[in-house]
């Protein structure tokens, strides 16, 4: 078995051809299709953050919503920017979207990808400390948040408050019980995979990592998640750790498919510099599902995720979504031992 959830990365176009044409429709069809996921069996609903783009942006508003419009899925975020967080302040959206959603949220944070805009972080108030790299910076603010986000009172009551306290030190509040078991790290390399690891955050790994060794990407990825396993039972951790890779994965049902699909995913991977770091970016998946269930078996890194995302073209759509979902789980994922 395995868990299955989409990720969305919440395009909005009123380009000739999108069903999604504006901010309103993204945010809404993004609840719909998380209702028809949970009514398909899906396990997970997740959604990238991007600033200064039409995409879906600050998350909580919707985390929260698809929480009271849903009762079984898992909702995420692959990822957050923790450049641009007030960890504190994000606590206490967290918290309250947890517990709309009844304890379902599952958050991915991490440095971020490339920007729409230069040092985009700069214009919400932050800034890396002397020394600091903005990677550095996410980081801390990863650590805090982290800190905080267990429960424990930090904050001197005032003598004489508006309203009764509870004895000892304040914490924020609301606080959602065992949120901070569900909370995912972006990781675009081993070293970052490890750290994670040591701080006690389960593990995402996308389609895009840094190139470490010039071996096909699903190899390199497969070894970075064993690299986060070693690491965590080293750190000693209680609890089982859970990985996440994500993959485009296209079953060819009809000629609908076929023509938005039918001349195959990517193929290869491609390798190219992000950042000034060379990266290599994983292939995509689409052909009938014989095929394409031959290729999978070949992925070294979704055998050894527990989860895997399969990213969506959400701007065609929510019925062609849920279809597309609905023929992975139907004539994919039971001949791969994931149902």
């Known amino acids: 078995m395995k868990n299955l959830g989409f990720l969305s990365f919440g395009h909005w176009s009123p380009d000739h051809g999108s069903q999604v044409r504006s901010a309103s429709d993204v945010l809404l069809q993004s609840i719909d299709l998380a209702v028809a996921a949970e009514q398909l069996g899906l396990d997970g609903a997740y959604y990238r953050v991007h600033h200064y783009a039409r995409q879906l942006a600050s998350p909580f508003p919707l985390l929260a919503a698809v929480g009271a419009r849903t009762s079984k899925i898992e909702i995420g975020t692959g990822v957050i920017d923790m450049r641009y967080e007030n960890p504190l302040y994000m606590i206490e959206d967290a918290g309250s979207a947890d517990l709309i959603a009844g304890g379902r949220l599952q958050l991915g944070i991490s440095r971020g990808s490339p920007e729409q805009v230069i040092d985009g972080w700069r214009h919400f108030g932050y800034g890396p400390a002397d020394g600091e790299s903005p990677a550095d910076m996410a980081r801390r603010h990863t650590e805090v948040f982290l800190q905080h986000l267990s429960g424990k009172g930090f904050a001197q009551p005032n003598p004489r408050p508006m309203f009764p306290n509870p004895p000892g030190l304040l914490r924020l509040e609301p606080h959602s019980d065992g949120l901070r078991d569900r909370i995912w790290w972006g990781a675009g390399s081993d070293a970052t995979a490890q750290w994670a690891a040591k701080l006690g955050m389960n593990l995402q790994s996308s389609t895009l990592k840094d190139d470490e060794t010039g071996e096909p990407f699903h190899v390199q990825q497969a070894k970075q998640i064993r690299v986060y396993r070693e690491a965590w039972a080293q750190a000693g951790h209680t609890r089982s750790p859970r990985v996440s890779v994500s993959r485009s994965i296209f079953a060819l049902m009809n000629d609908t498919d076929?023509?938005?699909?039918?001349?195959?995913?990517?193929?290869?991977?491609?390798?190219?510099?992000?950042?000034?770091?060379?990266?290599?970016?994983?292939?995509?998946?689409?052909?009938?599902?014989?095929?394409?269930?031959?290729?999978?078996?070949?992925?070294?890194?979704?055998?050894?995720?527990?989860?895997?995302?399969?990213?969506?073209?959400?701007?065609?759509?929510?019925?062609?979504?849920?279809?597309?979902?609905e023929s992975i789980l139907t004539h994919v994922a039971p001949a791969l031992g994931w149902r």
């Open 258 to 325: 076929r023509m938005y699909f039918g001349r195959g995913g990517k193929e290869r991977d491609q390798f190219g510099i992000i950042d000034q770091t060379r990266s290599v970016f994983g292939r995509g998946y689409a052909d009938e599902p014989d095929k394409l269930i031959a290729q999978l078996r070949q992925d070294e890194a979704i055998a050894e995720a527990d989860t895997l995302l399969l990213t969506v073209p959400n701007m065609l759509g929510v019925d062609y979504n849920a279809h597309v979902i």
